[in-house]
């Protein structure tokens, strides 16, 4: 019978190899999400006996008690897996991959300890060879520890939960001995830069980085091929090349696309394929590589916006935070579609992905959809003097693993972090950040994020781009109106930088509704009513939208997320600022303001629909609707008090009188030859 269950694993190992190289590429790559065991280790020790369940990758040990209950796990999990090596593998190389674990993990092979990475979000790769036993079932153990620690950022769980586990997908790449690297801090390998860029024609200059493990040294060819969306070869580059058995080797091609096809954001991201082959003298396959590069180029011209291949371009943006309500950060590809198709419904065209970097998978469709994104580390809220060499190895993580992705416009260095001088640790830590970004990617720019109204504050003005977060009305000023003075300040006193508003927005729980709006709200307080949070964000759009300073704004947040240390809005261990609730089931109000501005897609929407039980006879209704002439009708009357509000899509019908008992309120408009219809039932308590 155990002979019997050794053949079948080696088969199905044998299958799953057959079946992911298809056509030789060189490489295979195997994944091995399915049937890991799995424990809690409080006491970090790798010997636990009992209470070991079996689970699939993504997964998270947090994925419940980060947004539930009281405290949260903070400590040690363990995950074990047999794999089987087939002798064949033996004359190859054999690398596992991670794409994320949360926080710090050790990496054991047949209980000897194979290496260790610190940080949370990014891939990381080991070279498993030496450890690996040919022909046998071999142990593979994953010790992961989401405590948080001063020498790796984030430092704390205070801007958000570090979720704990194996939260992205794990392969094994299995190559030959010579092959384009996969330890060049888990990057392609393969970088690839756009010069000189037009509708006449685009320079490509592609780096590789090969190794070699042969003995000798190896005569190779080097072909590169780009392919446009119709699979038709576009230019080639072929070149011969001598491979030394010690030490990564680069080597560089330059390629000319005449007539690109340009990547134009929303309107047009058209994606080009870029193909690096190794071929020995044989002509037979020893890796290959493939890429998608979108062509475009991108200017940010103070006081005037962000130029997309010449032509101004819309930076209607969210922040997005990647947990989702009881999963943690282990999303499935399905899930993270699901937060991609609401981005675009809700008709952005920008994603700051916060605060840390996000799955290869995101960014890919960031690229296919066409939104720009701002990429960045979680250098974040506080310091501890410990966490320098981490960060510095984040951000270079970072732009490697993700510095062929067309979307991505900037690196972020930092949010919210605090100085007195520009001597202090925080502000030579992000110039040494800058440093490295801009020697990997003197191409895009950088960015980083103040939380104090003041520009000159010690740890700003050293990046590109300024990022503020403003949040009027709710941690500061009297109200949200506040923002337009702020924005006439830094337009009259600082006219030559380039600044966005990175966040903006209020908490929001649709469970708490009132017709009563207090002035002002305790951000720290229980009460988060959902009309308070449409009215500001009416306000703070309105004021954005008119503004001609702001190279773009980012609306905080996309989601409600996990905050483990927070209690605040009703619902503790949440962030409630998301345009939708943390589970995702729910558009709020504000969700469809957005829309009714950004998305040109027809639509009416009648906003504080969930405030159903009213105690005031006389109201204003507040209707989005990006169409005009619309009509208002209550308990079957037209209702003829409107007038605009924040902006052209934003209407408000004053003073309406509420009947006792149930009212019918219907909101409608043509739109060529259908009626596009929305309504709610509303009841007036009597007194």
């Known amino acids: 019978m155990a002979l019997l269950k ?3 694993f080696f088969l199905f190992y044998t299958l799953c190899v057959i079946k992911m190289q298809g056509q030789d590429t060189g490489r295979s790559i195997l994944d091995i999400n399915d049937n890991w065991s799995f424990v809690k280790s409080p006491k970090g020790t790798l010997k636990v006996k009992g209470g070991w369940e079996t689970v699939a990758i993504p997964h998270s040990f947090n994925r419940s008690d980060m947004h539930e209950g009281e405290g949260f796990y903070e400590g040690v999990g363990l995950y074990k897996k047999t794999i089987k090596a087939p002798l064949n593998w033996k004359s190859k190389r054999v690398f596992i991959r991670f794409s994320g674990v949360g926080h710090v993990t050790d990496i054991y092979v047949n209980d000897v300890h194979v290496g260790q990475h610190k940080g949370s979000f990014s891939a990381f790769v080991f070279d498993i060879s030496p450890f690996l036993k040919f022909g046998e079932a071999n142990t593979l153990m994953v010790k992961a520890d989401n405590t948080a620690r001063e020498d790796v950022i984030p430092v704390n769980h205070n801007l958000f ?26 990057s392609a390998g393969v970088y690839i830069k756009q010069k000189n860029v037009s509708k006449l024609k685009a320079d490509l200059q592609v780096e590789t980085k090969l ?11 080097l072909k590169t091929t780009v392919y446009n969306a119709h699979k038709e070869v576009v230019t080639q580059d072929l070149k011969q090349i001598l491979v030394y058995p010690q030490g990564r080797q680069s080597f560089h091609q330059n390629l000319t696309i005449k007539n690109p096809h340009l990547w ?5 991201p058209y994606l080009y394929k870029v193909k690096v082959t190794v071929l020995n003298n044989k002509e037979e396959v020893l890796d290959e590589i493939i890429q998608k590069i979108g062509f475009r180029t991108i200017e940010i011209i103070a006081g005037k916006g962000l130029f997309l291949n010449g032509k101004k371009y819309p930076m209607y943006g969210v922040n997005r935070h990647q947990d989702l309500f009881k999963q943690g950060n282990a999303l499935t590809k399905e899930q993270e579609n699901r937060d991609i198709k609401l981005i675009k419904e809700v008709g952005a065209t920008t994603v700051r992905l916060a605060h840390y970097q996000q799955s290869e998978h995101f960014y890919s469709k960031c690229d296919s959809i066409g939104f720009l994104v701002w990429a960045e580390i979680p250098f974040v809220n506080k310091t501890r003097k410990k966490e320098y060499d981490n960060a510095k190895m984040q951000i270079t993580e970072l732009v490697k693993q993700n510095f062929n992705h067309s979307s991505i416009y900037t690196w972020g260095t930092h949010n919210e972090v605090w100085a007195k001088t520009t001597s202090d640790y925080a502000p030579v830590l992000i110039r040494d950040l800058i440093d490295i970004a801009k020697t990997l990617d ?21 990046t590109d781009i300024h990022g503020n977060n403003r949040y009027f009305g709710w941690y500061q000023g009297k109200s949200a109106a506040d923002l337009e003075s702020w924005l006439a300040n830094l337009k009259l006193n600082y006219p030559d930088l380039k600044v966005i508003l990175s966040e903006y927005g209020a908490g929001s729980n649709i469970y708490q509704q009132t017709d009563i709006l207090p002035k002002k709200i305790d951000p720290k307080g229980q009460f988060f009513p959902e009309s308070y949070a449409n009215r500001l964000h009416e306000t703070q759009w309105g004021i954005i939208k008119n503004d001609n300073y702001l190279i773009g704004s980012y609306v905080w947040n996309m989601f409600d997320f996990g905050l483990p240390l927070w209690s605040r809005g009703g619902i503790t261990k949440r962030n409630h600022k998301g345009l939708v609730t943390f589970d995702r089931k729910t558009k709020k109000d504000v969700f469809y303001w957005y829309k009714a501005n950004w998305n040109p897609e027809p639509m009416i929407y009648i906003s504080d629909r969930r405030l159903v039980n ?12 990006n169409q005009e002439h619309i009509e ?17 899509v934003h209407y408000i019908f004053s003073k309406v009188q509420l009947e006792k008992g149930k009212n019918r309120i219907v909101a409608k408009v043509k739109n060529n030859n259908q009626v596009l219809k929305d309504e709610v039932l509303w009841n007036l308590k009597n007194k």
């Open 6 to 8: 050794n053949f079948l």
């Open 161 to 186: 939960g570090i979720y704990g586990g194996i939260y992205r997908p794990v392969k094994l790449i299995i190559t030959k001995k010579l092959n384009i690297t996969t330890t060049d801090y888990a």
């Open 211 to 221: 190794e070699n493990t042969f003995r000798n040294k190896q005569n190779v060819t």
């Open 264 to 268: 134009q954001g929303i309107l047009d």
């Open 442 to 462: 003197p191409d895009r720019y950088t960015v980083g994020v103040s939380g104090k109204p003041d520009i000159e504050d010690p740890v700003n003005l050293n």
């Open 614 to 625: 009213r105690t005031k006879p006389e109201t204003d209704i507040h209707v989005y609707s």
């Open 632 to 648: 208002l009708y209550v308990n079957g009357k037209k209702v003829t008090t409107e007038q605009q509000g924040k902006t052209s």
